[in-house]
């Protein structure tokens, strides 16, 4: 008998990167590929990149260096380069590198076995006419009772900043009887909680039997499926927030209250600039209408600091806005430029200045996801184990509200949603105990 071949993946980037590279390993699966965690005994080794960043894009190439030590002392080893770098920068990846085989763009990588096969240096960023979907192979539930589930790919709102429109290209929504059935097949596989995900995925406008749904719609008809016990979806752009959507955080028990609403700043000026078509007024008035359908809601948002242009008195406006909302997490970055976005042309903010707005910002909503934390201690919350703790007899998972949870547990087993009683919080979770 042979030995199966081995495959290497890594995944940078967002969460829609990790179900791609799940996808990809399944691919390669039906070809005879068995995933490792051990990249010196890989026979292939697949980077799926971001290129989100400039220090995000320059981890690949750090990456592929020490690679190819590990290729010359195994000469049948074939390194892919999947993602967003390969759909950015295609051949010059293979000119820049030598150690490189495939280079294969996210609309096209469910023709990966077959340049797998085929051999030889190649790259395909096609935007393939051809709904990859439905060429692979079917679903597997690789993560417990957690899943993540592409509703939505591609963005067609061009932020100034941005590089995801270019390297996942226009918005397009996956027909609604195909989600059902991946949803179905992994809740048949014990999975009980489904993520679903998009670069915009509330601006999903997919296929349904009667017409065009929206992602209201596809929740609910979700929630529908017996054995899946949560449902939660991201990216979410302020705009498309619609009024049926916002209900149905009120409305749907599977609905977990916690909201990722990315705002970037609290500036109007600096919104414009980066061509956020909201203001900071209209997203304050849109978290008043979420919270009033959900009041216990969490939410969390992305920043830029030290955007083109941005003075001190705009940098304040954002943390005027911070303390306004209250988020329950935050997640900060200095603006890199990125070549060929509209603000790449634009002068910089001086380093230094970028890199103080970043640190005040971080203390403040550091203090502020501590709070939302601490206020959960004495309260019954809802925790669904998804592995076991490092101490003996503690199970580990997410609450509704998507803190971690340390739960002594010694009967509890994965997949399990309990009711327990948080007893204390620390810096990244809560601990708790079953009622
Ligand atoms: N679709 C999501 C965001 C995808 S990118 C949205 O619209 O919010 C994830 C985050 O990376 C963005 O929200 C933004 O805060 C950050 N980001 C994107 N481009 C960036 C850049 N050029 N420099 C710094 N941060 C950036
Ligand atoms: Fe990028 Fe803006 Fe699209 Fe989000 S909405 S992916 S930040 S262009
Ligand atoms: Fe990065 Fe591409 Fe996601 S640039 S953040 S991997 S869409």
Same mark, same amino acid.
């Given at each position: 008998m042979i030995d199966a071949k081995k495959l290497f993946v890594k995944t940078y980037g967002c969460q829609m990167n990790v179900y791609d590279s799940e996808r990809m390993a399944e691919a390669l699966g039906a070809k005879g590929y068995v995933t490792t965690e051990t990249v010196e005994e890989a026979d292939m080794v697949l980077l799926n990149t971001c290129h989100i960043r400039e220090k995000a894009s320059e981890k690949l190439y750090s990456d592929l260096g020490r690679l190819r030590a590990l290729k010359a002392a195994r000469p049948g080893m074939k390194v892919g380069v999947a993602g967003c770098v390969a759909q950015a920068e295609g051949?010059?990846?293979?000119? !820049?590198?030598?150690?490189?085989?495939?280079?294969?763009?996210?609309?096209?990588y469910h023709r990966l076995p077959a340049m797998v096969e085929a051999g030889?240096?190649?790259?395909?960023t096609d935007f393939p006419v051809e709904d990859k979907f439905t060429l692979l192979p079917e679903r597997k539930a690789l993560r417990g009772p957690t899943a993540f589930l592409t509703v939505q790919e591609g963005c067609d709102k061009f932020c100034a900043f941005c590089v995801v429109p270019y390297t996942?290209?226009?918005?397009?929504? !996956?027909?609604?009887?195909?989600?059902?059935?991946? *949803?179905?097949?992994?809740?048949?596989q014990g999975v009980r909680e489904i993520t679903l995900l998009g670069q915009n995925v509330n601006g999903y406008h997919g296929q349904g039997p009667d017409g065009t749904w929206g992602l209201a719609r596809l929740l609910r008809e979700m929630a529908g499926i017996e054995g899946l016990a949560r449902l939660r979806y991201t990216t979410s752009h302020p705009n498309d927030m619609d009024d049926e959507l916002i209900a149905a955080h009120g409305e749907l028990p599977q609905l977990m209250p916690y909201l990722h609403l990315p705002v970037q700043s609290g500036s109007d000026r600096i919104?414009? *600039?980066?061509n956020r078509k909201h203001t900071a007024e209209s997203y304050l008035r849109l978290v008043e209408r979420i919270r009033a359908a959900r009041p216990d809601i969490l939410l969390s948002s992305d920043f830029i600091v030290g955007f083109p242009g941005e003075t001190d008195a705009d940098f304040q406006a954002t943390m005027e806005l911070i303390r306004a909302v209250g988020y329950g997490a935050a997640?900060?970055? !200095?603006?890199?430029? !990125?070549?060929?976005t509209p603000a790449a042309e634009k002068p910089a903010v001086p380093a230094g200045i970028a890199d103080a707005r970043l640190q005040e910002l971080q203390a403040l909503v550091t203090a502020q996801q501590r709070a939302a934390q601490e206020a959960m201690v004495g309260r019954e919350v809802s925790v669904l184990?998804?592995?076991?703790?490092?101490k003996e007899g503690q199970m580990v998972g997410k609450s509704d509200h998507l803190h971690a949870v340390h739960v002594q547990d010694? *009967?509890?087993?994965?997949?399990?949603?309990?009711?327990v009683r948080v007893t204390a919080s620390s810096t990244n979770s809560l601990a708790a105990e079953p009622l």
């Open positions: 051949e010059e990846i293979l000119r !820049r590198s030598p150690v490189v085989d495939l280079v294969v763009g996210p609309q096209a030889g240096r190649v790259v395909d996942r290209g226009a918005e397009v929504s !996956r027909p609604v009887a195909r989600l059902l059935d991946e *949803a179905r097949a992994l809740v048949a919104l414009k *600039a980066m997640f900060s970055f !200095r603006y890199s430029a !990125r070549p060929g184990y998804e592995k076991p703790g490092r010694p *009967a509890g087993r994965i997949g399990q949603l309990v009711r």
